[in-house]
């Protein structure tokens, strides 16, 4: 009981820790993607003793920024609202990585351990669930900014969040129609399969278009370009309009956060998860034969390694967009979600509907 | 002449594949993300001293100059005299008259050489004010004071800073930037 | 002249004007609004026919003639700007610039130049000169004490020799060699100090001539001008006050740049004199007093006008009533406005106060028959007019007050723009004792000194060129004093002194500006009746009195 106790929490600390990280460092990637996309350096200037690292040292000097910076509080009867606000959209961010599966099961010592903090039947629902309370986070904080247009930028960002949080649940049942499991970890185990012994039955090969809608109502729920509209700052004025300081700062994070969750669930969900292609529990399989034989634990290194690709992968095709596409409209962003997005959703699910039943698979 | 009215259909003509934005959004991600493969490749290659073009087209500023063309307005100075016993300048004020910004201070003495008869005593540009109009430089009769320092770094953390006096304004020629030459410069730039 | 002159017809330019026969064709076409350009020509000085300048063609005279010297003549046709003027003119100012130095930038001419005008009038070409410059002398050397010449930029228009020699007839001035080597100089051994030697510099077309005072202070056009009279002497000679208070980093701040004669045929002609025209260093000077002061009971201390006000009225009102006698010395510095409502304010807030008058002041008590009168005070007439002067048997003198003050039989003194301590040698000794036997002391004036330190309370008045009002000059012309720029720190024009002053000692005195209280002197005293603030003009009026 104890050594359990202290296993979870070693491992929650280890997720926490690793998605922090990860956040951290994501700020630096964004910056030198984008530079390098556009033909510019990015961030270098920051040096301890004259080495610069590749202005690694950025991520600090942002903290310590964010941290120096003088915060500036408005005249508001919602103090304590405004004070937690950033917060509860940091806390749900992080609370939906619990049920991210990592790796698989691994049997230490007679122990099952695995990279991943809880592992409820309805893994996937409590996902989307601390997403959606998430969005709590922006309307509280434009509505305790006693501000009209914060109030207003929250307003948009909850419009947004919801209309999209409806698209990407809808865009995810078409798999779970066919996995028939909310349980984060047998979801992976399920794309384990292979199709006529070669190609992995992972859920983009199954279900193309919900990968698409999936991973676009995804950018979208994390308010990143082109769906940036909450946010804009200098353009429209956003929710965090009176944020300042490292409260500010929590609010930016947590978009790093949700961008890593969503890459996570979409990896989770339509990429195979943690599975190698043709790497059963015992080694590479090729056609049924066991090509290559390797060891439990070098299985379950190279199958958390092959999350973390797919994930950092997913990423930069997220940042790739960010950086290329220009920013949606308002109405435009609103019927893409109501009038595209969603009835290609349902569509995906009718017909994934009958195919199942009609394979009865 | 009659006055015609031609109408200019500013609209895009797109056709279905295009207005879907699908293969426009694609084609879009494939040019950046060429950008971030080559310019992170010719990166990598100029790290390990391996020649390659250079992956980013942008100047780092205080350690590279882009080079100025001559014709350039930059930071103002004051020129010396030929056999360098002191300034040009004779404090007629005409710079100070002209200038459309009243952003210089002159107070003229007189100059110890009958000969002279006038000079500045002090010669004060206010930085901070100046429009770089470049008058002052057309009005000078002596060619005292100029503006092809090659100094664009003019900047302080006071107005009181900007008030660049006589002595900086003569010390300040002493360090030019490296000039294009003029010929090049357009070829380069046009 | 008592008879009617006799008109001639001439034509000018085409156009047919009568002209009193006799006057110059210059003075004729300038009375109808044609201007010939001319150098060596002033009205005020002989004509000397030296320049040029004024070339213009007469019809059925073969030969183009100068305008400064030919008289007119009936039926004369005249052309003052056909080609063949233009050209010679033309070639006139290539004659005058052929050695004349490209100096300009350090030439305090510069701006108001003859030269200057000219070329860009008449000139406008191209050099044809290849050959070097004849070097005339030296530059810039000091000829007298307030006159320096540069005989390269000269144009030999003689003009300044000529004012020496008719004018303070005193021929300092001479022409010497022949030709290109011509020069103007001073005679050896001489020095051009003259009391009126600073004409000179107006004179003088070019930049040959410069004030040694004016001298890189600034430049000519960063100046503004007003109207107004000098107050040196009596005589109140008309000026022109030119003044920089845009660019105050010129010359150390002051804001007065310079004076200038300004030609009134009835006062001074085109002249001034050299004490008036240097004599305003008082305005700018560092011993200005800026604000009110008041020595409650030890050192003289900052106050506000309303306290320093109340002080000196509850004082007086106290000295007045309990004790007995108030005295004034009157300053005939004081504008008639001022005078006025001092008169005014006295009689009905401080009824039985002693009225002193002292004519004296610190300036040497020159005069000669040109220009200057012994009296240094511009104003005498004007309170000799409103009897605050001996004339009136009344009023007393200084002497009669420093006897009272010595006797220790005056409450309170009012001193306006006196400085009776600093002075001994013109308003008697004892003053400094006398005083102390006072017990409340009023300064008003412009400038600190040894009065105003024994005061109780001191009232800054503003200096020349600082308010508007009027002046009286001794032959009893009242003529305009123009405010040039805002008095120094709290400083108050003298009527608006008195009546605060007044106002604080319980009267109602309600007045915007000096008009309004000239315009008040003038209905309720009779020498100065019928006149009016608007009517007086830039000449002056002169008062039936």
């Known amino acids: 009981m104890w050594i359990e106790l202290l296993t979870k929490v070693l491992i929650a600390g280890a997720v926490l820790t690793g998605i922090l990280s990860f956040g951290g460092v994501l700020t630096w990637v964004e910056r030198k993607q984008s530079a390098l996309m556009q ?245 590479f399989r090729l056609g049924g034969a066991l090509a290559l034989e390797l060891g439990p634990m070098v299985v379950w290194l190279l199958r958390l390694a092959a999350f973390g690709i797919k994930v950092c992968a997913l990423i930069y095709v997220l940042m790739l967009v960010r950086w290329t596409l220009p920013r949606f409209r308002y109405d435009q962003l609103m019927s893409f979600g109501w009038k595209f997005l969603l009835p290609l959703a349902f569509l995906n699910i009718i017909v994934t509907a009958a195919v199942v039943l009609v394979l009865n698979l | 002449m009659a006055i015609t009215v031609k109408k200019i259909d500013a609209s895009p003509k797109m056709n279905l594949l295009e207005r879907t934005y699908l293969r426009e959004i694609l084609r879009g991600l494939w040019i950046t993300n060429r950008h971030f493969v080559v310019n992170l490749t010719r990166h990598i290659l100029n790290l390990f001293r391996i020649k390659a073009k250079p992956g980013a087209v942008t100047i780092q500023y205080p350690e590279q100059h882009r080079g100025y063309h001559k014709r350039l307005r930059t930071a103002h100075y004051l020129a010396h005299r030929e056999n360098d016993d002191g300034p040009r300048c004779v404090g007629c004020m005409m710079c100070e008259t002209i200038c459309p910004a009243k952003c210089i201070y002159i107070v003229p003495t007189e100059h110890p050489d009958p000969n002279v008869e006038k000079q500045a005593v002090k010669f004060t540009i206010d930085m901070g004010r100046c429009v770089y109009c470049g008058f002052c430089v057309e009005a000078c009769p002596e060619d005292a004071i100029r503006m092809d320092s090659g100094r664009l770094d003019i900047c302080s953390y006071s107005r009181e800073g900007m008030l660049w006096d006589m002595d900086r304004l003569l010390a300040n020629h002493h360090d030019p930037a490296p000039y294009k030459d003029e010929e090049k410069w357009l070829d380069e730039e046009f | 002249m008592s008879e009617e002159r006799k008109m001639v017809k001439v034509t000018i330019d085409g156009n047919q004007y009568e002209v009193p026969a006799g006057t110059t064709i210059l003075e004729a076409a300038k009375s109808v609004g044609i201007e010939i350009p001319h150098y060596c020509y002033h009205p005020g000085l002989s004509i000397a026919g030296a320049c040029r300048m004024c070339l213009i063609e ?161 430049r000519v056009w960063y100046l503004e001008t007003v109207k107004s009279v000098c107050m040196r002497c009596s005589r109140a000679c008309n000026i022109l006050i030119d003044y920089n208070i845009r660019r105050p980093w010129k010359n150390d701040g002051r804001r007065l740049s310079r004076l200038r004669p300004r030609y009134n045929a009835q006062v001074n002609d085109w002249w001034i004199c050299d004490e008036g025209r240097f004599g305003f260093d008082f305005v700018d000077a560092a011993d200005r007093l800026t604000v009110p002061l008041s020595a409650a009971g030890g050192a003289q201390a900052h106050s506000g006008w309303e306290a320093a ?185 003298g009527w608006e002194l008195l009546r605060r002053l007044g106002n604080a000692l319980g009267g109602e005195y309600d007045f915007g500006s000096a008009g309004e209280v000239f315009d008040e002197l003038a209905q309720k005293e009779d020498k100065f009746a019928g006149l009016s603030y608007g009517d007086i003009g830039e000449l002056g009026v002169k008062v039936n009195g």
């Open chain 1, 39 to 283: 033909d510019r350096i990015g961030a270098n200037r920051a040096s301890i003793l004259g080495f610069r690292l590749l202005g690694l040292f950025h991520i600090m000097t942002d903290g310590i920024k964010m941290f120096a910076k003088e915060e500036f509080i408005p005249r508001t009867d919602h103090r304590v609202l405004f004070l937690l606000a950033p917060f509860i959209a940091w806390l749900f961010s992080l609370a939906a990585f619990a049920v991210i599966p990592f790796s698989p099961e691994l049997t230490v010592a007679g122990y099952q351990v695995t990279l991943q903090v809880a592992n409820p039947e309805i893994g996937l629902l409590v996902a989307f669930a601390m997403m959606g309370m998430a969005i709590y986070g922006v309307v509280l904080g434009g509505w305790a900014s006693n501000n009209n247009y914060a109030l207003l930028g929250s307003m948009r960002a909850t419009a947004q969040m919801i209309s999209y949080e409806v698209a990407l649940a809808a865009a995810a049942v078409g798999p779970l129609l066919i996995y028939r499991t909310l349980n984060m970890q047998e979801i992976v185990i399920r794309q384990g399969q292979l199709y006529n012994g070669w190609l992995p039955l992972w859920g983009i090969v199954l279900q193309p278009l919900a990968f698409l809608l999936f991973l676009v109502a995804g950018a979208a729920e994390t308010k990143r370009v082109p769906f940036d509209l909450p946010e804009g700052e200098s353009e429209i004025i956003g929710f965090n309009l009176e944020y300042s300081s490292m409260r500010f700062g929590a609010f930016m994070f947590t978009d790093f956060i949700e961008k890593i969750l969503v890459a996570c669930l979409t990896t989770t969900i339509f990429l195979g998860g943690w599975q190698v292609p043709w790497l059963a529990d015992d080694g």
């Open chain 3, 58 to 218: 007469v019809e059925k005279v073969p030969k183009l003639q100068i305008a400064c010297y030919m008289t007119v003549g009936d039926e004369m046709v005249i052309y003052t700007t056909n080609e063949r003027v233009k050209r010679a003119r033309k070639a006139m100012l290539e004659f005058h610039l052929v050695n004349h130095p490209l100096d300009c930038p350090v030439c305090d001419q510069a701006g108001e130049c003859g030269l200057q005008n000219y070329y860009m009038l008449h000139g406008l070409y191209i050099s044809r000169v290849r050959e070097n410059k004849v070097k005339k002398g030296k530059k810039a050397t000091q000829i007298g004490p307030h006159v320096m010449l540069d005989q390269e930029r000269c144009i030999l228009c003689s003009r300044c020799v000529r004012f020496c020699n008719e004018i303070p007839k005193t021929s300092e001035l001479g022409m010497f060699n022949r030709g290109d080597r011509e020069v103007v100089d001073i005679f050896p051994g001489r020095e051009l100090n003259n009391p009126y030697s600073a004409n000179v510099i107006n004179l003088c077309p070019v930049g040959a001539l410069l004030s040694k005072e004016f001298r890189f202070k600034t």
């Open chain 3, 309 to 493: 006000l109340e002080t000196a009225a509850a004082r007086l009102r106290q000295a007045a009533s309990e004790i007995g006698d108030v005295a004034v010395l009157v300053s005939p510095r004081l504008a008639n406005e001022a005078l006025y409502l001092l008169k005014r304010v006295l009689a009905e807030q401080l009824p039985g106060t002693s009225v002193a008058f002292s004519s004296l002041n610190e300036h040497e008590p020159t005069q000669d028959d040109i220009l200057r009168k012994a009296d240094k005070n511009p104003n005498t007439t004007g309170a000799e007019f409103l009897s605050l002067t001996t004339a009136n048997a009344e009023v007393k003198d200084h002497a009669y007050l420093l006897q009272t003050a010595k006797k220790g039989n005056l409450s309170a003194l009012i001193v306006i723009a006196h400085n009776p301590v600093g002075l001994p040698e013109l308003y008697g000794r004892g003053w400094s004792e006398a005083l102390d036997k006072v017990p409340f002391k009023v300064f008003i004036g412009t400038n600190e000194n040894e009065t105003s330190r024994k005061a109780d309370v001191v009232l800054p008045l503003a200096a020349f060129a600082e308010y508007d009002g009027t002046v009286t000059n001794f032959a009893g012309r009242v003529q305009l004093l123009r405010r040039a720029f805002d008095p120094l720190g709290e400083a108050l024009a």
